[in-house]
């Protein structure tokens, strides 16, 4: 797949900028979904006594993941460097297996259409698209 | 044969009770081959697909958004007999039309989105599930005939 050119940058970070305040929301109804629609992964959180979509844990974990995906728009010039620590987490802690960042990645796309209809244009969805795309590949970069 | 529960049965009748397809159905194909550039390859005939504005403004894909769309209206009759009930498609997809199954389910990702924006908050995660599940059935069956 392809890496971000400068229109691909500068989309994400243009719309991130309307967003951002939204951070939150964004990240605890997605995690929500994530839970509700693909209930595979919930394999990764055994260790919540309540692994149900609107949790409590559900709902801070999604804050956190997004979190990293804020960060990540500011790191957008070289993901790879910029998610060095969180790369190493994932590869060597979480173990989390790169398919489930695309099914966290489309949730994340869901839930950005239902907040922002109109500014989630085409033309957005493909630039966003691409970012989480290649925030997963640096997220997996160290698997192996 | 797929199981439906009488909760998933009624929200996807409810859910295609209220569908514009005129709307989403352009949408959708349009959105599709804006971000999945490569499945453009489908549409040699269909006139200018050379930037987003040109694809969005397209009658000829519009129009063929909304025959897909109701493409889907066949599940949704006979939710308890989609494989078979898509032979046919799934054939005239694989033979003559020489789609890629995989690109089946780019479109059906992007009709989520379309509906998602349309529908708001009453997409609910529940409705999200019952409406991913039902596109999975249709686009395994769609792939089914495949040689």
Same mark, same amino acid.
């Given at each position: 797949?392809?890496?971000?050119?400068?229109?691909?940058?500068?989309? *994400?970070?243009?719309?991130?900028?309307?967003?951002?305040?939204?951070?939150?929301?964004?990240?605890?109804?997605?995690?929500?979904?994530?839970?509700?629609?693909?209930?595979?992964?919930?394999?990764?959180?055994?260790?919540?006594?309540?692994?149900?979509?609107?949790?409590?844990?559900?709902?801070?974990?999604?804050?956190? *993941?997004?979190?990293?995906?804020?960060?990540?728009?500011?790191?957008?010039?070289?993901?790879?460097?910029?998610?060095?620590?969180?790369?190493?987490?994932?590869?060597?802690?979480?173990?989390?297996?790169?398919?489930?960042?695309?099914?966290?990645?489309?949730?994340?796309? *869901?839930?950005?259409?239902?907040?922002?209809? *109109?500014?989630?244009?085409?033309?957005?969805?493909?630039?966003?698209?691409?970012?989480?795309?290649?925030?997963?590949?640096?997220?997996?970069?160290?698997?192996? | 044969?797929?199981?439906? =529960?009488?909760?998933?049965? =009624?929200?996807?009748?409810?859910?295609? =009770?209220?569908?514009?397809?005129?709307?989403?159905?352009?949408?959708?194909?349009?959105?599709?081959?804006?971000?999945?550039?490569?499945?453009?390859?489908?549409?040699?005939?269909?006139?200018?697909?050379?930037?987003?504005?040109?694809?969005?403004?397209?009658?000829?894909?519009?129009?063929?958004?909304?025959?897909?769309?109701?493409?889907?209206?066949?599940?949704?009759?006979?939710?308890?007999?989609?494989?078979?009930?898509?032979?046919?498609?799934?054939?005239?997809?694989?033979?003559?039309?020489?789609?890629?199954?995989?690109?089946?389910?780019?479109? =059906?990702?992007?009709?989520?989105?379309?509906?998602?924006?349309?529908?708001?908050?009453?997409?609910?995660?529940?409705?999200?599930?019952?409406?991913?599940?039902?596109?999975?059935?249709?686009?395994?069956?769609?792939?089914?005939?495949?040689?």
């Amino acid at each position: 797949m392809t890496s971000l050119n400068a229109k691909d940058k500068d989309t *994400v970070r243009a719309f991130w900028d309307k967003v951002s305040n939204y951070g939150e929301d964004i990240g605890r109804d997605a995690l929500c979904r994530m839970l509700a629609v693909y209930p595979q992964t919930k394999t990764y959180f055994a260790h919540w006594k309540d692994q149900s979509p609107t949790s409590e844990s559900a709902k801070k974990h999604g804050i956190t *993941v997004m979190g990293g995906v804020a960060d990540a728009v500011t790191k957008i010039d070289d993901l790879s460097r910029g998610l060095l620590g969180l790369s190493e987490l994932h590869a060597f802690t979480l173990r989390v297996d790169p398919s489930n960042f695309k099914i966290l990645a489309h949730n994340i796309m *869901v839930v950005m259409a239902i907040m922002f209809p *109109v500014d989630f244009t085409p033309e957005v969805h493909v630039a966003m698209d691409k970012f989480l795309a290649a925030l997963a590949r640096a997220l997996a970069e160290k698997y192996r | 044969m797929v199981a439906w =529960s009488e909760q998933e049965r =009624s929200i996807i009748a409810n859910l295609f =009770s209220n569908l514009d397809y005129e709307d989403v159905g352009a949408k959708a194909l349009t959105r599709c081959l804006i971000v999945y550039p490569w499945t453009q390859r489908y549409f040699g005939g269909f006139g200018n697909l050379y930037n987003a504005e040109a694809i969005k403004m397209n009658p000829n894909i519009a129009a063929h958004g909304v025959k897909i769309l109701h493409g889907l209206d066949r599940a949704l009759k006979n939710m308890d007999n989609i494989k078979e009930t898509y032979a046919e498609l799934s054939v005239l997809h694989s033979e003559k039309l020489h789609v890629d199954p995989d690109n089946f389910k780019l479109l =059906s990702d992007v009709l989520t989105i379309v509906i998602a924006a349309k529908l708001g908050t009453d997409f609910t995660p529940e409705v999200q599930a019952t409406f991913q599940k039902f596109l999975a059935v249709v686009v395994s069956a769609l792939g089914k005939q495949y040689q």
